[in-house]
C-alpha cells in the first residue's frame, strides 16, 4: 500500500520534445506529491510538488498533472532541453506523525538527444 | 547555507571493517532522513530521525546497521562488519516540513 510505481525506467526524447513520466499510487492517505530531479554524482533536488487539491501545477517547461481519481500522476517536459537529462523520481507522502516520509517511485533515467 | 554536508564523499574499505558515514543537516531543520540508492533496489530509506529521536527504523536492513543522532547537527550510520552488498551510495538529508534536502552523498565501497 507504500508503494509508488513509476514508468518508464528509461526515456530518449529529441531535443525540443515532451518528455512524460508517469507514477501511480495506492495509499489515499498521501497528500503531497513531489518530483526530484537527480544528475549524476548528485542528491536528488526538489523539482516541482502538487497537493490533490489541485489538477495541475506548472513551473516554467515543467508541470505536474495529478488525477486524484485514478490514483496517477505525472511530469511532463516541455521543449526538452539536453541539461535536462537526469535521473527523475516520483514521490508520495501524508502525514504521519512527527515528520513527513516521503516513498519514492523507482526512477526514470531521461536522455534528451541534442 | 552550505546545505547537507556528509562525510567521507567515497569509501573503499573491506569486508568485516567498520564503517561510520556523517551527516550535518541544514540548520534550523527538525528532521534528518537516512536514505540507500543502488541501482537494482532504487532510493530505500532506512531510518529517520524527528528533532534528533529516532521515529522509523524498519528500513534498516539488518542490526549491521545503526543510526545515531545526539545533537541536532549531527549524525552518524555505522555499518559493522560491513559486507560487499552494503555498497552503495549512501544519502542523508534533511527537511523543516514537506522538501527534503538531500547532501551529495557517500558512495561505499566494500571489497
Known amino acids: 500500500q507504500q508503494q509508488v510505481k513509476q514508468s518508464p525506467q528509461s526515456l530518449i526524447v529529441q531535443k525540443g520534445g515532451i518528455s512524460i513520466i508517469n507514477c501511480a499510487y495506492e495509499?489515499?492517505?498521501?497528500?503531497?506529491f513531489p518530483w526530484y530531479q537527480q544528475f549524476p554524482g548528485k542528491g536528488p533536488a526538489l523539482l516541482i510538488a502538487?497537493?490533490?487539491?489541485?489538477s495541475e501545477k506548472k513551473e516554467g517547461r515543467f508541470t505536474i498533472s495529478f488525477n486524484k481519481s485514478a490514483k496517477q500522476f505525472s511530469l511532463h517536459i516541455m521543449d526538452s532541453q539536453p541539461g535536462d537529462s537526469a535521473t527523475y523520481f516520483c514521490?508520495?507522502?501524508?502525514?504521519?506523525?512527527?515528520?513527513?516520509?516521503?516513498?519514492f517511485g523507482s526512477g526514470t533515467q531521461l536522455t534528451v538527444l541534442p | 547555507d552550505a546545505g547537507v554536508i556528509q562525510s567521507p564523499r567515497h569509501e573503499v574499505t573491506e569486508m568485516g571493517q567498520e564503517v561510520t558515514l556523517r551527516c550535518k543537516p541544514i540548520?534550523?531543520?527538525?528532521?534528518l532522513f537516512w536514505y540507500r540508492q543502488t541501482m537494482m533496489r532504487g532510493l530505500e530509506l532506512l531510518i529517520y530521525?524527528?528533532?534528533?529521536?529516532?521515529?522509523?527504523d524498519s528500513g534498516m536492513p539488518e542490526d549491521r546497521f545503526s543510526a545515531k543522532m545526539p545533537n541536532a547537527s549531527f549524525s552518524t550510520l555505522k555499518i559493522q562488519p560491513s559486507e560487499p552488498r552494503d555498497s552503495a551510495v549512501y544519502f542523508c538529508?534533511?527537511?523543516?516540513?514537506?522538501?527534503?534536502?538531500f547532501g551529495p552523498g557517500t558512495r561505499l565501497t566494500v571489497l
Open positions: 538529508a534533511s527537511s523543516l516540513r514537506n522538501e527534503q534536502f
Open positions: 495509499n489515499t492517505a498521501f497528500d503531497y
Open positions: 502538487i497537493r490533490p487539491d489541485v
Open positions: 514521490a508520495a507522502s501524508g502525514e504521519s506523525g512527527s515528520a513527513r516520509q516521503l516513498t
Open positions: 540548520s534550523g531543520h527538525n528532521s
Open positions: 530521525f524527528n528533532n534528533n529521536v529516532p521515529i522509523d
